[in-house]
């Protein structure tokens, strides 16, 4: 067995598959004089480092527990055009991690809220801050059952550790009096320390009612707009713009 077949086996068996396979157009660029050796083995060492690299990302997005993957990009700013553009690419630049800050998206259901915050979210995740997206009602749901089963501190830890928590409409149903006051001390736990970004279709002044106490409504804003950014959101759903660019089209057909 040649020493080249040789060398491919061990490039497959110790996972370096990115210079297994470019290894024959690198050796060809050796031979007709196109690059040196050590450009060559810099090259191929750099393609494999750009996979696992790769690779590292898409796995931190993975466990991120993201509910679609959608980014800036994908976001169509003209469609609602109460979004400061430049304020959402500010926010991308994740300062407001370094500085421990607070988002809040506030608006109607449709709006692109939960897109804005999981495009941020895919952001962090990407940077390799450890990042959770979840549902309001499901991280309730979880944290009242651990209260039920007298380890409510261990999953308080668990939500507290994160840099980058994102909470899912906040507010779109009411909670009991344990569950409200559970949310308390999660956003006690975090504040300052970490970001939370939060979606709530209700407007501040309601809070009173999906906590069912205005004091206790009060300290947990009072914690998450310490040091945060708000972006009110006011347009229509995009869930409905499909159907409102259709019925446009159909009457301008008519």
Request: with cysteine; glycine share 4%.
């Amino acid at each position: 067995m040649s020493n080249y077949i040789k060398l491919l086996n061990n490039l497959e068996e110790l996972g370096l598959n990115n210079i297994k396979n470019n290894i024959d157009m690198y050796l060809n660029l050796i031979k007709s004089g196109e690059k040196s050796v050590i450009d060559a083995l810099y090259e191929l060492s750099n393609l494999e480092i750009k996979s696992k690299q790769e690779k590292a990302i898409l796995a931190c997005v993975k466990v991120a527990n993201f509910p679609f993957l959608k980014e800036l990009d994908d976001f169509d700013f003209e469609f609602q055009p109460s979004i400061n553009k430049q304020e959402i690419l500010d926010l991308k630049s994740l300062r407001f991690v370094e500085n421990n800050e607070n988002i809040l998206f506030v608006g109607t259901p449709g709006v692109g809220k939960t897109h804005l915050a999981t495009a941020i979210g895919i952001e962090c995740a990407k940077h390799r801050y450890s990042t959770y997206f979840i549902h309001f009602q499901e991280l309730m749901s979880q944290l009242k059952k651990a209260l039920a089963e007298n380890r409510l501190e261990i999953r308080l830890k668990h939500f507290s550790k994160y840099k980058v928590l994102i909470i899912d409409e906040v507010g779109y149903l009411p909670i009991d009096t344990d569950a409200s006051n559970i949310f308390f001390q999660l956003i006690s736990k975090r504040y300052e320390k970490h970001s939370t970004i939060i979606t709530t279709n209700m407007p501040f002044s309601n809070w009173a009612e999906v906590f069912g106490s205005a004091t206790l409504a009060n300290a947990i804003l009072d914690r998450l707009l310490h040091h945060s950014h708000v972006i009110s959101i006011k347009g229509p759903s995009y869930r409905l713009k499909s159907k409102v660019e259709y019925f446009n089209s159909s009457s301008n057909a008519s």
